[in-house]
């Protein structure tokens, strides 16, 4: 993804698995989850991702892995100070030639960027054909799926028996214990 960027590095995207890897995840009953945050992207920050970029590398997987098998994301931040400073003392536990660093020192700093575009990208996806269903299993409801499977030992077709039933517990649940 992102590969034709300017300045792009090989990868593409900073934290992206390849897609052989992808691919592989997605046969064995797992999802991948591309990141949102700018400075990850390799050849696109400093700036902002917009909800097109994001929209964009969900239908990228989808397209490579299928509906079922993505997700998005959920390591959105709102301030690098401490990733900087973990990675900065301790660089040499990362395996990536001096991207992260380098994109700290140019100055890459967008954080929280899911959170701020989300509304947008819905909009996005729907525009693209995308059916409620289909974004239920993209924001969380394949992650529910793999986690009951491997923490609670459910079959996939037991788990979609079941699923109404989670969300209507989810939902009873949200609004006895309300947040801000």
Same mark, same amino acid.
């Given at each position: 993804m992102y590969k034709s960027e300017p300045n792009a590095t090989p990868r593409g995207c900073y934290r992206a698995i390849p897609d052989d890897e992808a691919v592989r995840a997605a046969e064995a009953g797992g999802y991948v989850s591309p990141t949102f945050t700018e400075w990850m992207m390799d050849g696109v920050w400093p700036d902002d991702i917009s909800p097109k970029q994001a929209a964009d590398m969900i239908d990228y997987y989808v397209e490579l892995v299928g509906v079922d098998h993505v997700g998005i994301a959920t390591d959105d931040m709102f301030s690098t100070e401490l990733v900087v400073e973990f990675a900065t003392a301790n660089a040499s536990m990362y395996d990536d030639g001096g991207y992260m660093i380098n994109a700290f020192n140019k100055g890459a700093t967008g954080n929280g960027e899911l959170a701020k575009i989300l509304a947008a990208i819905t909009d996005n996806l729907w525009a693209r054909g995308y059916?409620?269903?289909?974004?239920?299993k993209i924001y969380g409801g394949n992650k529910m799926?793999?986690?009951? &499977?491997?923490? #609670?030992?459910? /079959?996939?077709? &037991?788990?979609? #028996?079941?699923? /109404?039933?989670r969300l209507r517990m989810r939902q009873e649940f949200m609004?006895?214990?309300?947040t801000h």
């Open positions: 059916t409620n269903e289909d974004l239920a799926r793999v986690y009951a &499977q491997v923490w #609670e030992g459910k /079959p996939p077709q &037991q788990f979609l #028996e079941e699923y /109404p039933e609004q006895r214990f309300p």
